[in-house]
């Protein structure tokens, strides 16, 4: 296979097994790697290029550690990075935005505080005008948000600028009216018998503590072990919407219980 560095992670993997554990002993920032739901929302998304500044080194060091694969190295796309070719990963609407039209948001301290930045993100993305561009800037790549936010017509660019330091790039390209998910009609109602269904086939887990995105990562990962026929009881202190449009697409169902201020139950389960 012939690779160059906008070859996504995804690709390396899927194309051989051992190309996990060679990309892996590159950089300790890549032992996330190991935890397939984060492989499976950030990989398809990384190329080389973009893994090799989280990772703090370089592309020529992942060509170095993958040939002994057997994979070939495009050289006249990958061993020469020049400003022309770099330009190139661009996209369009980021090309010609001038200053008075990139609307910048730093969630940082939001998310060092433990608290969850999506409200503020969504009245800022509200408040976006024609031609301007969200650039949200954080400690590592928004998947959540980025999917949410496709779902809604906005296209997005990653820039890793160095291993804690993420943008992100909004730019709206349609005008279709957002999908909303109707969380209220997923608090009420069926609780008690939904817990009576699952009665000795619960598995609990408390996320209150973590920082995020590991709540959502957390759960994930667990509900991809957990045997189908059971439900995962989760202690939350918040609604989580970026976990519940991903629950959405996963085919799970979820009933919500608000207990109190920054406390919230959640059930999740597949149905029959």
Not at 58 to 79: N, R, V, W
Not at 88 to 110: G, H, M, N, Y
Not at 205 to 232: C, F, G, Q, S
Not at 239 to 258: A, G, H, S, W, Y
Request: with cysteine.
């Amino acid at each position: 296979m012939v690779i160059n560095e906008q070859t996504k992670i995804s690709v390396l993997i899927k194309h051989h097994p051992d190309a996990l554990e060679s990309i892996i002993a590159l950089s300790p920032d890549f032992n996330k790697l190991r935890n397939p739901i984060l492989r499976a929302l950030m990989a398809g998304r990384t190329s080389i290029a973009m893994a090799a500044k989280v990772g703090g080194c370089k592309p020529e060091d992942f060509f170095a550690a993958l040939q002994p694969l057997g994979f070939e190295i495009d050289s006249k796309t990958s061993m020469k990075t020049t400003p022309e070719t770099s330009s190139q990963t661009i996209p369009d609407f980021l090309k010609a935005i001038t200053p008075e039209q990139l609307i910048a948001f730093d969630v940082r301290s939001i998310l060092a505080e433990g608290n969850d930045p999506l409200r503020a993100i969504q009245d800022k993305v509200k408040g976006l005008k024609q031609g301007e561009v969200l650039k949200i800037i954080n400690t590592f790549e928004p998947v959540p948000l980025i999917k949410l936010l496709e779902r809604q017509g906005y296209q997005s660019h990653v820039d890793y600028i160095e291993p804690a330091l993420v943008e992100t790039y909004f730019y709206k390209t349609t005008n279709e009216a957002a999908p909303t998910l109707d969380v209220g009609s997923t608090s009420i109602g069926d609780w008690d018998q939904i817990l009576q269904r699952f009665e000795g086939k619960l598995v609990e887990i408390d996320v209150r503590h973590l920082e995020m995105p590991k709540p959502m990562m957390t759960i994930l990962e667990t509900l991809e072990t957990m045997p189908l026929e059971n439900a995962l009881y989760v202690h939350h202190k918040r609604i989580p919407v970026f976990l519940l449009t991903e629950l959405k697409d996963r085919k799970f169902d979820f009933r919500i219980k608000e207990v109190a201020e920054g406390e919230v139950n959640l059930l999740i389960f597949k149905n029959a």
